[in-house]
């Protein structure tokens, strides 16, 4: 300081203000040609997740599989879990995860194990040959060969292949469309069921192709379900439901003749199916009822006893109401069930497909629990006692009341 005193205002001024500015930083060299510039690259991913369209296969949909636990489903979505409980009184009980914006549903049991997938969405899915939901079943028979023979018998057609076991192909058509106007609404994967079907009865379908003739010896009027089957061993013969008659037409395809005829209820659903394995078919009809605040669904089983058509079972098996399915949020005019029969030890087991719209919003599709109506005078296949057989009663949201053994849907409460 004492230094500065001696110096002019403007010097000491000048003085100052380098004492107190911060010097200049170099700037950094410029990269020479030859030398490698070195990049900072972020690491990848320790995950990687799969895209649609997904591959359909055997007990898998893309990285979804059957019997997996539903943690492993919900590793695979990035957005976070999104689980649905989903559940209607006897019906079913399913915890849900919607895939691919509700293209693809993944559904586990109580114990949290997925036990069955649904692609309901096109371009979400597709079998090795590019096929799924949209495509017609003549393209499917051609692209997959041999179909499954499984004996059961279902509402709309539907095509499983020896090529793709426990993939269920489900169309929107009748069972008698031409295969090129089945289109496939959805496909549902579950584990494989094996095939009751008797060797040899292939001959059963003797009159398939003698339709006119089978509805001119039946003399009823138009529209008319007709069913072939053997109705009596070794007999393959015609079944005809018009309005409340229902005939049964044998002899030769080429020469058919009216063997008796029924008064009946007039039927929606008319299925062949052999409840005792052993041959001889029975006939299935079906009412489907509904408005908006309430469905019911009326079964009826018949048989030929050697001389003419006999009423074996009338049950009304479901009663849906309003109040009754508050639970799924979709009222009983919104709720489509499509019903499948298979052979069950005394009797009939009837499960299925239920398809909706809860709230109005996004399409959910889940398989029905299967329970057992006991047919009277129907044989016990296997080694279940009677005594576990439960007869069906009409219950709100439900097919069968509480109780013991086959009809049971009685389910635990969810683990917590």
């Known amino acids: 300081m004492g230094g500065a005193r001696g110096l002019g205002p ?135 060969g041999t179909e499954r023979a499984l004996g059961i018998a279902t509402e709309r057609r539907e095509l499983e292949f020896e090529s793709l076991p426990g993939v269920r192909f489900i169309t929107d058509a009748p069972t008698d469309a031409p295969p090129e106007r089945a289109v496939v609404t959805a496909v549902v994967i579950q584990p494989p069921r094996t095939s009751p079907v008797r060797p040899g009865a292939g001959g059963c379908a003797a009159f398939a192709g003698a339709r006119d003739a089978v509805l001119e010896a039946a003399r009823v009027a138009r529209p008319a379900f007709v069913r072939v089957g053997c109705f009596a061993p070794d007999s393959p013969g015609a079944a005809v439901l018009a309005g409340g008659q229902l005939v049964l037409v044998g002899g030769e395809p080429e020469h058919p003749r009216r063997l008796h005829s029924l008064d009946v209820e007039p039927a929606d659903l008319l299925l062949v199916l052999d409840l005792d394995g052993d041959g001889v078919a029975e006939l299935i009809a079906g009412n489907h009822r509904q408005d908006p605040r309430r469905r019911t669904f009326d079964l009826r089983v018949y048989r030929w006893d050697g001389q003419r058509l006999v009423e074996s079972l009338r049950q009304r098996l479901l009663t849906l109401s309003e109040e009754g399915t508050r639970s799924v949020g979709v009222p009983p005019g919104g709720i489509e069930l499509l019903l499948e029969f298979a052979p069950a030890p005394g ?63 009685r389910r635990p409460s969810p683990r917590r």
Not at 93 to 107: F, I, K, M, T
């Open 347 to 409: 009797g009939v087991s009837v499960g299925g497909l239920f398809r909706g719209r809860p709230g109005g919003g996004a399409p959910i599709l889940v398989p029905l629990s299967p329970m057992v109506v006991r047919v009277p005078g129907r044989k016990l296949l296997g080694a279940v006692p009677p005594a576990a057989l439960a007869d069906p009663a009409a219950r709100d949201g439900g097919l069968a009341p509480p109780g013991d053994g086959v009809g049971d849907h």
């Open 10 to 144: 403007l010097a000491a001024l000048a003085l100052f203000g380098i004492a107190c500015s911060s010097p200049t930083p170099p700037r950094p060299p410029l990269p020479d040609a030859a030398t490698p510039v070195r990049r900072k690259v972020k690491p990848a991913p320790d995950e990687l997740r799969a895209y649609p369209p997904h591959a359909i296969r055997e007990g898998a949909v893309g990285p979804f599989q059957l019997g997996a636990p539903l943690g492993d489903v919900l590793h695979e979505l990035p957005e976070g879990p999104r689980v649905e409980l989903f559940q209607l009184d006897l019906l079913f009980r399913w915890r849900v995860v919607r895939v691919e914006p509700n293209a693809l549903l993944v559904g586990a049991d109580d114990r949290n194990r997925v036990s069955f997938i649904a692609v309901i969405g096109r371009e979400i899915a597709r079998t090795q040959g590019g096929l799924g939901v949209g495509s017609t079943a003549e393209e499917l028979l051609a692209a997959l």
